[in-house]
Nanobody
């Protein structure tokens, strides 16, 4: 079982910054991809950013140049630095990790509980 705990959400004015953190714990042999999705009210969950174990990143177009994803493999933690926030970034942000718990090459995705980010205009 892999557990993900997120932190760092909150209320910020447009143009401000927030940093989200997500720490993975439990039965972890290795983690491949980690990343963030978000879901705004009445909308589907959408990909925000991902990072693989080698540090390769991928971003949704709307956040490129404003958000930066990073990870600390030693701590099994992924971060999302969000700058120049806009009201349309308001959503619940969920982290995920694609982890192998037993070293058998079987990777499963686990999700965090979500953290609210609200950007006021």
């Amino acid at each position: 079982q892999v557990y993900l705990v997120e932190s760092g959400g909150g209320l910020v004015q447009a143009g401000g910054s927030l940093r989200l953190s997500c720490a993975a714990s439990g039965s972890i042999f290795s983690i491949n991809a980690m990343g963030w999705y978000r879901q705004a009210p009445g909308k589907q969950r959408e990909l925000v950013a991902t990072i693989n174990s080698g540090g390769r990143t991928n971003y949704q177009d709307s956040v490129k140049g404003r958000f930066t994803i990073s990870r600390d493999n030693a701590k099994n933690t992924v971060y999302l630095q969000m700058n120049s926030l806009k009201p349309e970034d308001t959503a619940v942000y969920y982290c995920y990790a694609e982890a192998d718990s037993w070293g058998r090459g079987a990777f499963f995705v686990s999700w965090g509980q979500g953290t609210q980010v609200t950007v006021s205009s």
